[in-house]
């Protein structure tokens, strides 16, 4: 079975991708592989911030996961409702770095993301993440751009 990857870093933006993505799985006959990635750069920039706050790193990261299993959920609802299979993954790194390693170690066929993301500046045309996952990509990308 074919598999598209969908990343979401449960925002708004990235919902409205989920939507068209699990459907256009559904389409292709096609299974989801759902990627939330705990930032580490979050993480860095908290910690240079707070370096006498070691609980507080601790804090940020199960907020972040916690983000994460709820963002990874409402695809698992989507995929249930269409009747698509649905691969949870829940890593930490660098968000572009293991979108592009999880879409060739799964082998999948492309790669479906938001516009925007959690920053959401909507004067811009693409955030950081789905900018350089379509630059360094290994198969195609599908940017959905969300409404604001
Ligand atoms: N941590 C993440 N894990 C998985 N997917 C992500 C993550 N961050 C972003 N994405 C994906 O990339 C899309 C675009 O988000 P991006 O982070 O590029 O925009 P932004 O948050 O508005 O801007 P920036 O992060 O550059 O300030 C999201 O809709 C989502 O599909
Ligand atoms: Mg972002």
Do not use: W
């Amino acid at each position: 079975m074919s598999k598209i990857l969908i990343a979401t870093d449960g925002s708004k933006y990235s919902q409205q991708a989920v939507d068209y993505g699990v459907g256009l799985a559904k389409r292709m006959g096609s299974g989801v592989v759902a990627l939330y990635v705990i930032n580490l750069r979050s993480l860095e920039m908290f910690a240079l911030g707070h370096h006498d706050d070691i609980g507080g790193y601790d804090r940020v990261n199960s907020e972040l996961k916690r983000e994460g299993e709820h963002a990874l959920d409402y695809v698992a609802s989507k995929g249930e409702e269409a009747g698509v299979p649905v691969e949870k993954l829940l890593l930490r790194g660098y968000p572009v770095d293991v979108i592009l390693k999880m879409a060739v170690d799964r082998g999948v066929e492309m790669i479906v993301l938001g516009n925007l993301g959690r920053s959401g500046l909507d004067h811009l045309l693409m955030g950081s993440v789905s900018a350089d996952v379509v630059r360094r990509a290994h198969c195609p990308v599908l940017v959905v751009r969300g409404k604001p």
